[in-house]
């Protein structure tokens, strides 16, 4: 079993982030804390549909507020 | 391909939510927002170590800052 799979990186996984919000299209958000291996939190979103997975800016107001609708369970 | 791969479930996949503060032992945190399949909100922890996942609860003040500490890139 490689450290890869059970979940763990070893290095970020986000060389660069989505500017438009794209809040309507995600299906599911990651969010990774920052550990020892990357030193950012990293959240990758994963789009209805094609499944692609994108990462967001966790400074970017518009990802901070699509965080927060899907805390509190409000649709678009 | 199965809507299965593509991360779409076809209902909820949370029977039980963890009640004991666990923020400490998150690897990282999957937000599932509310879909036509399930109607709220669910929140996929994966634990550090055992990679075992736990669905916590999106109302309990805990998990909500865990969510915010995430976002704000502090470490405990």
């Given at each position: 079993?490689?450290l890869?799979?059970?979940?763990?990186?070893?290095h970020?996984?986000?060389?660069?982030t989505?500017?438009?919000?794209?809040g309507?299209?995600?299906e599911?958000?990651?969010?990774i804390?920052?550990n020892?291996?990357c030193?950012?939190?990293?959240?990758i979103?994963?789009?209805k549909?094609?499944g692609?997975?994108?990462?967001?800016?966790?400074?970017?107001?518009?990802?901070k507020?699509?965080?927060e609708?899907?805390?509190?369970n409000?649709?678009?």
């Open positions: 079993m490689s890869r799979s059970l979940g763990m990186e070893l970020c996984r986000c060389i660069q989505e500017s438009r919000p794209i309507c299209h995600i599911k958000v990651e969010l804390p920052a020892s291996h030193e950012e939190t990293e959240i979103a994963t789009l549909k094609t692609q997975q994108v990462c967001l800016d966790p400074e970017a107001p518009w990802v507020k699509v965080i609708r899907i805390m509190a409000r649709k678009r």
